[in-house]
Nanobody, 125 residues
Framework: QLQLVESGGGLVQPGGSLRLSCAVS????????IGWFRQAPGKEREGVLC????????KYADSGKGRFTISRDNAKNTVALQMNSLKPEDTAVYYC??????????????????WGQGTQVTVSS
């Protein structure tokens, strides 16, 4: 059973940065594409960024373009989400998720089979 554990969330001021990490266990990360999603109170879960199994393809939602980047280290079984220039509207619970498809998608959370428990990111002064 694949397990994902997010870490790195917290409280940050507007304009600040956070680096979230997703640690994968149970199977090799190299068999999975990984997506980062977020869900704010009262809103639907939305895709933020995803990275393909090889790392050669990355997709960005408009919300994170120019501010967020994603990277993966298959040897360490970890995926990172670097978030810069954070805004109050980035406040949400952030989740990493895994799918065995070769390429990743952001349109539907149902495309992903495994999910972490989430980590809270709060952007506030």
């Amino acid at each position: 059973q694949l397990q994902l554990v997010e870490s790195g969330g917290g409280l940050v001021q507007p304009g600040g940065s956070l680096r979230l990490s997703c640690a994968v266990s149970g199977f090799s990360l190299s068999y999975y594409s990984i997506g980062w999603f977020r869900q704010a109170p009262g809103k639907e879960r939305e895709g933020v960024l995803c990275i393909s199994r090889s790392g050669g393809s990355v997709k960005y939602a408009d919300s994170g373009k120019g501010r967020f980047t994603i990277s993966r280290d298959n040897a360490k079984n970890t995926v990172a989400l670097q978030m810069n220039s954070l805004k109050p509207e980035d406040t949400a619970v952030y989740y990493c998720a895994a799918t065995s498809t070769w390429l990743c998608t952001l349109g539907r959370s149902s495309d992903y089979d495994y999910w972490g428990q989430g980590t809270q990111v709060t952007v506030s002064s």
